[in-house]
């Protein structure tokens, strides 16, 4: 099923969407990286879990981002093909994995 849904996302992302994405994602790998400086220099652990936090958190934002973007183009083309009922079960089946 997974295989035959990813061959309805037609509409590639933007320039801008792609930059947006990854400038977000570098940031991210650079907060993880800064944590790794702080647990080699045994850092207070509370200032560790704000950033361990503010890791998660920035990571949920680049998800809802491709949700969002998934159920605009890909979910919306499925449902005009007949396709919806499929590929909204996998959209939800991700958002369980995406909630936990």
């Given amino acids: 099923m997974a295989d035959h849904l990813q061959a309805l996302a037609i ?6 969407e792609k930059t947006k994405m990854l400038n977000r994602l570098k940031r991210v790998e650079g907060q993880v990286r800064g944590i790794q400086k702080m647990i080699d220099e045994d850092r207070y ?3 560790i879990l704000v950033q361990i936090s503010a890791i998660e958190s920035a990571l949920k934002n680049v998800g809802y981002s491709v949700t969002e973007r998934h159920m605009k183009h890909c979910v919306t083309d499925a ?22």
């Fill in 45 to 47: 652990c509370i200032d």
């Fill in 79 to 100: 449902i005009e093909k007949g396709e919806g009922a499929d590929s909204i079960e996998e959209l939800m089946a991700v958002l369980k994995q995406f909630s936990k």
């Fill in 11 to 16: 509409e590639p992302r933007t320039s801008d």
